[in-house]
Structures are given as structure tokens and as C-alpha cells.
């Protein structure tokens, strides 16, 4: 933060910890800890003033031998996953609260009734092309205004570049209605996990529950093509909880450098004072 020709505190905020389930984020060496070594050594060196912080750290990123080397430790976020093995299109069904067990049969019955006369059809595109990936961002604009990710245009251009170097690793389903959209989800597929990240969806199609159309089919594929989870990802939203996931607790970590504390408690109190002022 700049305070006129002065720099009044800098942190540094290590991102890959955004996508904490991909344990070789940092290195795929079995022990990360000499590389975090390096990284901390190198990091305490160029910026004494500074202080690296990991948030949403999960057991299988090798940030988390960042907690063997000094650093405090905070209590993250809630993680929700679906454990899919041995289980087929039923099965799974079953393991779920009974009203979404409701949803999803009540789901798939409109969806094989109605696949010629209302033309519903479910796909899966890997790899999708750029046209597929600004109507996802569009549909997710549309459904959540100013909430959206996608409201600031530098988080679309960085996911619309992302979406061209992930090639078959993105994975986009969607319900159809003929050459219309009704629902799309975007996730991530990686090592044995799909990871479902965000959606959106054509609001006049509500009453059709496109959506949970769409996250049973996609649950589905992943359990067809042989993915051991399904990864809801942060969050422990109502309808996640209904398909009686497996929880999991992320950490905070913050590597404090010698220099940094007195800059560290001025951008908390400043984050502390703004907080009050949006509040009144």
C-alpha cells in the first residue's frame, strides 16, 4: 500500500493455495519441505518486510509443510466432497438426504421425458471452445450481478486464459434445450478428482431445475469415467450437505519475515477501520 512516495506495508499472497487440492501446486517431489525452504529463505531475503500468508491450505497441498517451519496457524473453511467409490448412478442417489433424493429422481424423469418434445439434452464438452467459456461467464453475470466473479473483467480475461491453456482439464456440462443453455457448470479435472467450481444458468428456466439436472449427470460422469471424488470445493451451502459429503477443514498460514510486524498490525487496523466504516 502506497502512502505517498513511501511504501507503508506489502504482503505477499501465494494464489496456488486458491487450488489447495493440487498437492504438486508448488513441487511433485514427495518431500516438499526442502523447496519450501528455498521459497522461504528466498522470500525472508527479498522482502524482510514483507509476510506470506496461505489461506485454505488442505492436508494434501505441499503448503502444508509450511506449518513444520514456523508458521501460525488459523482455522480455514469448511471442504465438502463426495467419496464416489464403489458407487454407481443409483447408489450414490441413495447415500443423499431424502429430499434431494426427491430432486434428482424427480430431475431425471422430466429429463428423459421431455428429451423430444422440450429437446432437454445433457453434454459434456472437455477442452470447450472460447464460444462455450463467454456464454458460462455470461449465464454466471447474469445470475449473480455484482456478486459474480466474472464482474471484474480482469477475473474474465484471466479465466478465459486459463480456459486456453487447461485444455482437456476444463470441463464444462450443460443442460440444452436445442441450441439454448439452460445450465452450465465449469470444473476442473485433476489427478482423481473432479472439482466443481462455478456455474450458471438461463433464469427463466428455473422451474425446470436444470441445475440439479446438470450436477447429477455431471456426478454421474465423473463416477463413469472412473473419478475417485467429486469436489464441491469451499463452501458448505445447504444443497451440497444434502448429498452427505465427506467435510474437511482447511488452515490459514502466515510466515511472518523479521521486518514485518509493525507494517503487518498497521494494514490490520487499516483493514479493521474499513471494515467499521462499510459497516456504519
Given at each position: 500500500r502506497?502512502?505517498g ?8 499472497l ?22 519450501w ?8 531475503r ?6 506470506l ?6 492436508p494434501?497441498s505441499t503448503?502444508?509443510?509450511?506449518k ?7 482455522e ?7 467419496d464416489l467409490?464403489?458407487l ?7 447415500r ?15 429429463l ?31 445470475r ?16 478465459r ?11 464444462l ?18 489427478g ?14 428455473k422451474?425446470m431445475s436444470?441445475?440439479?439436472?446438470n450436477?447429477?449427470?455431471?456426478i ?7 473419478y475417485?471424488y467429486?469436489?464441491?470445493l ?10 452427505h ?14 521486518a ?6 498497521l494494514?490490520?487496523t487499516?483493514?479493521r ?8
Amino acid at each position: 500500500r502506497a502512502a505517498g512516495p513511501l511504501t507503508a506495508w506489502r504482503y505477499l499472497l501465494w494464489i496456488g493455495d486458491r487450488l489447495a487440492q493440487y498437492p504438486d501446486i508448488a513441487t511433485t517431489e514427495a518431500d516438499p519441505g526442502p523447496v519450501w525452504n528455498a521459497v522461504l529463505a528466498w522470500l525472508a531475503r527479498e522482502y524482510p518486510d514483507a509476510w506470506l500468508t496461505l489461506r485454505d491450505v488442505l492436508p494434501e497441498s505441499t503448503a502444508s509443510a509450511i506449518k513444520q517451519h514456523g508458521a501460525r496457524r488459523s482455522e480455514g473453511e469448511e471442504y465438502l466432497r463426495l467419496d464416489l467409490r464403489g458407487l454407481d448412478a443409483d447408489s450414490y442417489v441413495a447415500r443423499c438426504a431424502p429430499h434431494m433424493q426427491r430432486e434428482i429422481r424427480r430431475a431425471r424423469k422430466r429429463l428423459h421425458a421431455e428429451r423430444g418434445t422440450a429437446g432437454l439434452s445433457w453434454r459434456a464438452q472437455r477442452a470447450p471452445a472460447i464460444e462455450d467459456v463467454d456464454q458460462l461467464i455470461t449465464l454466471n453475470q447474469t445470475r449473480f450481478g455484482p456478486a459474480s466473479w466474472f464482474a471484474d473483467e480482469r477475473n474474465a480475461a484471466f479465466f478465459r486464459d486459463l480456459a486456453a491453456r487447461a485444455d482437456r482439464e476444463l470441463l464444462l456440462t450443460s443442460i440444452m434445450q436445442g441450441e439454448r443453455t439452460l445450465h452450465v457448470m465449469a470444473s476442473y479435472l485433476h489427478g482423481n478428482t473432479l472439482h466443481y467450481v462455478l456455474s450458471g444458468f438461463d433464469e427463466r428456466a428455473k422451474a425446470m431445475s436444470p441445475g440439479t439436472m446438470n450436477l447429477d449427470h455431471t456426478i454421474c460422469w465423473a463416477i463413469g469415467e472412473g473419478y475417485r471424488y467429486f469436489d464441491f470445493l469451499r463452501g458448505d451451502e445447504g444443497y451440497k450437505r444434502e448429498f452427505h459429503p465427506e467435510q474437511r477443514r482447511s488452515i490459514h498460514l502466515e510466515w511472518r519475515f523479521p521486518a514485518s510486524e509493525a507494517r503487518r498490525k498497521l494494514a490490520r487496523t487499516m483493514q479493521r477501520l474499513r471494515r467499521g466504516a462499510g459497516e456504519t
